[in-house]
């Protein structure tokens, strides 16, 4: 037999996620044949890629050599592939994404239905949750998060800032009043991400100016959309979005407090495991972008 570029490119993707169950669920072949071709593709070799067990797998030094530059080639094959691809037909293939809850209840389902009426061919995993993920080892095509990112060895990429805003239920407000200063902040039910210290003092700005003040209140709870129908239900006043793309159906029925004030901005981000971007991937990215800018 020849060492095909398939085969090159089974190895790869066993070398990344060190495990062949999940390996074998991304490339959507059954865990026993994947075993094998890369049983043949060390004998064809003529040394020993992997180091199996019963409970993961481990490169050997010579699996580390050729996964090093083997990964690069698969990738620059795929690429050039999916551009050929393209040019004949639309974007095709599953794309996966992972994205906060909060984001993709507020923000997205307009966006999700017109990108998949828009690529039909493009079928679309979103993995909803703020976990940390491996880009270089799980099967994700981009992930977004909210705030600055550490260092972790991926490409990032800001597609713009969220700015926050005050706003609470009209009943709310004709029940305990407009506040008129940020002070006056002190004084109201704030709904808080937790009652930790650094969700309980709210710095807002407006042009020059900071206010730093210290709010308290009866709910807090670690997820924004919750929060955001908490407020429509008239238990308080709520940090949220004020990009116009950014907000939901259910926040829009909410009314700004204090509007001449508003948090930091925190960047959107989108990581990448490489700057080789499928078409796939590159879509989306536009796709979305462009809609945040709307």
Not at 101 to 127: G, K, N, T, W
Request: charged residues 25%; glycine residues 6%; contains cysteine.
């Amino acid at each position: 037999m020849n060492a095909s570029l398939d085969d090159i490119a089974l190895f790869v993707e066993v070398a990344k996620s060190r495990n062949f169950t999940r390996a074998a669920e991304s490339l959507n072949m059954p865990a026993s044949t994947l075993s094998r071709r890369i049983s043949a593709l060390e004998r064809y070799i003529g040394v020993r890629l992997l180091n199996r067990s019963t409970r993961k797998v481990d490169l050997t030094e010579a699996g580390a050599v050729y996964f090093e530059r083997c990964q690069h080639v698969i990738a620059e094959a795929r690429i050039a592939h999916e551009e050929l691809d393209e040019m004949a037909q639309r974007p095709k293939g599953r794309l996966r994404v992972s994205m906060p809850v909060s984001f993709a209840l507020l923000s997205m389902p307009l966006i999700m239905r017109d990108f998949a009426e828009r690529y039909p061919e493009i079928e679309c995993e979103y993995d909803l949750g703020i976990k940390h993920i491996d880009l270089l080892a799980e099967p994700y095509d981009i992930v977004i998060r909210i705030g600055r990112q550490p260092d972790s060895g991926v490409i990032s990429r800001q597609m713009g800032s969220v700015k926050l805003g005050l706003y609470a239920a009209p009943a709310y407000l004709a029940r305990k009043g407009m506040p008129a200063l940020p002070s006056d902040l002190a004084k109201h039910e704030c709904l808080r991400a937790s009652t930790a210290r650094e969700d309980s003092v709210w710095e807002l700005r407006s042009g020059s100016r900071v206010e730093k003040i210290a709010v308290r209140g009866r709910m807090a709870m670690n997820n924004v959309a919750v929060l955001m129908h908490m407020a429509g239900l008239g238990m308080g006043i709520v940090p949220l979005a004020s990009n116009t793309a950014l907000q939901g159906a259910a926040e829009e029925a909410l009314q700004r407090v204090l509007p001449d004030w508003e948090f930091d901005p925190f960047p959107l981000m989108a990581l990448f495991p490489s700057r080789l971007m499928p078409a796939k991937t590159r879509v989306f990215l536009e796709f979305l972008m462009a809609r945040l800018d709307a």
